[in-house]
């Protein structure tokens, strides 16, 4: 049991937006076949490596864009080509990247690649 989503059922920590939008991305990435973990280098964490056939992406999830850049330096020290995402709840209609990784509204994202219900 993902202790973000008990504490969201139960109704404890009301307002841990970021924690229940992970859970979000998180439960979607599964949905969509991918193996989910939580990855770490040194002392940096990516919420997400998601892993499916030859496919890697790397996916840091954000309620907003911090004034930092604490979200895409964790991903940028990553030396390898893979995909890297970072997805947020705030919608920045004239923000598309941060130091070339791609910045993704989260319903923009959940409807992206979403199976066509016909």
Not at 18 to 26: D, I, P, S, T
Not at 88 to 94: A, E, G, L, S, V
């Amino acid at each position: 049991m993902d202790p973000g989503l008990r504490r969201t059922a139960i109704g404890r920590r009301p307002g841990n937006y970021a924690g229940q939008l992970e859970n979000v991305v998180y439960v979607e990435l599964q949905r969509r076949g991918y193996t989910v973990d939580v990855g770490k280098m040194n002392t940096k964490k990516i919420d997400f490596v998601a892993r499916k056939v030859d496919r890697v992406l790397y996916v840091q999830v954000s309620y907003e864009i911090p004034a930092n850049s604490h979200e895409t330096d964790n991903l940028l020290q990553l030396r390898d080509n893979y995909e890297k995402l970072l997805i947020t709840q705030r919608h920045y209609p004239d923000i598309h990247d941060v130091d070339g990784i791609p910045v993704i509204n989260i319903v923009d994202w959940l409807l992206r690649d979403a199976p066509s219900e016909m």
